[in-house]
């Protein structure tokens, strides 16, 4: 059965940085897309960063642009997440999603999620 679990999340103070990891089981990891999304309390889920299957593409939210880089590595059945500069508005439970449609900034493109990892950041 396929599975995604993500790990790497943590308390860091504003200006810091983590890197979220997101496990794949199962063989398939290099047939599809994947994308990172995140949840803070009282607000929808919402598109984080986007890699395509080989990871040639990669598309990121405007709000973290410039911070954050999404890579993946299909030998290891891994997605990564790296998070620079963090700010308190990054606070979250992160989730990493298998890509399944064509479109890919919401989160109906997607038919697979991991459990999240929670990050926090302090001012």
């Known amino acids: 059965q396929e599975q995604l679990v993500e790990s790497g999340g943590g308390l860091v103070q504003a200006g810091g940085s983590l890197r979220l990891s997101c496990a794949a089981s199962?063989?398939?990891?290099?047939?599809?897309?994947m994308g990172w999304f995140r949840q803070a309390p009282g607000k929808e889920r919402e598109f984080v960063a986007y890699?395509?299957?080989?990871?040639?593409?990669?598309d990121s939210a405007d709000s973290v642009k410039g911070r954050f880089t999404i890579s993946r590595d299909n030998t290891k059945n891994t997605l990564y997440l790296q998070m620079n500069s963090l700010k308190p508005e990054d606070t979250a439970v992160y989730y990493c999603?298998?890509?399944?449609?064509?479109?890919?900034?919401?989160?109906?493109?997607?038919?697979?999620w991991g459990q999240g990892t929670q990050v926090t950041v302090s001012s």
């Open positions: 199962g063989r398939t990891f290099g047939q599809y897309a």
């Open positions: 999603a298998r890509n399944s449609e064509p479109y890919y900034h919401v989160p109906g493109g997607y038919d697979l």
């Open positions: 890699i395509s299957l080989t990871g040639s593409r990669t």
